[in-house]
T-cell receptor, first 111, second 113 residues
Framework: DAKTTQPTSMDCAEGRAANLPCNHS???????VYWYRQIHSQGPQYIIH???NNETNEMASLIITEDRKSSTLILPHATLRDTAVYYC????????????FGTGTRLKVLA | DVKVTQSSRYLVKRTGEKVFLECVQD?????MFWYRQDPGLGLRLIYF???????EKGDIPEGYSVSREKKERFSLILESASTNQTSMYLC????????????FGPGTRLTVL
């Protein structure tokens, strides 16, 4: 099963772009990369996902390298409310939807 | 909006008690999950279910069992609670179509004394 590696913590200034890296060097060709975030005392919340093309939605952008061994989640204009733990997940298993969550990156947005 | 609800936000039990954690989702999702979350360890999958009466072990099933008698309800059972089961328990569900995003409940913080 593909695993992910993320930095333990990062800081970002309010209003600046937050770039959160994730390494998934053992990812298989049909596995998607998902990003979730967890704000204190709440359950994780879906942000974005992708297979090999870059993706953008109203919350964030996802950049996946051509070899798919790593990706970056970009929050274009970080706010204090983006302070959270961000999880990069590779979806494993065909026919089931088992996810493996790592320990994530604790992002702190500074005023 | 999908809603995943858990029976309690906070629960205190004694060692050896049988504990039931209930999770209900209202969007007819096929797949449901139970995780526990501990500081420094992230979310770890205990059990998941992809259909009524079907279950599969996750990464840390020891000391737990589950029940899925109805599609909307997935229960986590601690047969004999122990202090090392003190944790935050999170339930989630996935539709299986579209984005396949997991929807999480608010969590139950269980303390076993």
């Amino acid at each position: 099963d593909a695993k992910t590696t993320q930095p333990t913590s990062m800081d970002c200034a309010e209003g600046r772009a937050a770039n959160l890296p994730c390494n998934h060097s053992t990812i298989s060709g049909n596995e998607y990369v998902y990003w979730y975030r967890q704000i204190h005392s709440q359950g994780p919340q879906y942000i974005i996902h992708g297979l090999k093309n870059n993706e953008t939605n109203e919350m964030a952008s996802l950049i996946i390298t051509e070899d798919r061994k790593s990706s970056t989640l970009i929050l274009p204009h970080a706010t204090l409310r983006d302070t959270a733990v961000y999880y990069c997940i590779v979806r494993v298993g065909s026919g089931t939807y088992k996810y493996i969550f790592g320990t994530g990156t604790r992002l702190k947005v500074l005023a | 909006d999908v809603k995943v609800t858990q029976s309690s936000r906070y629960l205190v039990k004694r060692t050896g008690e049988k504990v039931f954690l209930e999770c209900v989702q209202d969007m007819d999702h096929e797949n449901m999950f139970w995780y526990r979350q501990d500081p420094g360890l992230g979310l770890r999958l205990i059990y998941f279910s992809y259909d009524v009466k079907m279950k599969e072990k996750g990464d840390i099933p020891e000391g737990y069992s589950v029940s899925r008698e109805k599609k909307e309800r997935f229960s986590l059972i601690l047969e004999s609670a122990s202090t090392n089961q003190t944790s935050m328990y999170l339930c989630a569900s996935i539709s299986g179509i579209g984005k396949n995003e997991q929807f999480f409940g608010p969590g139950t913080r269980l303390t076993v004394l």
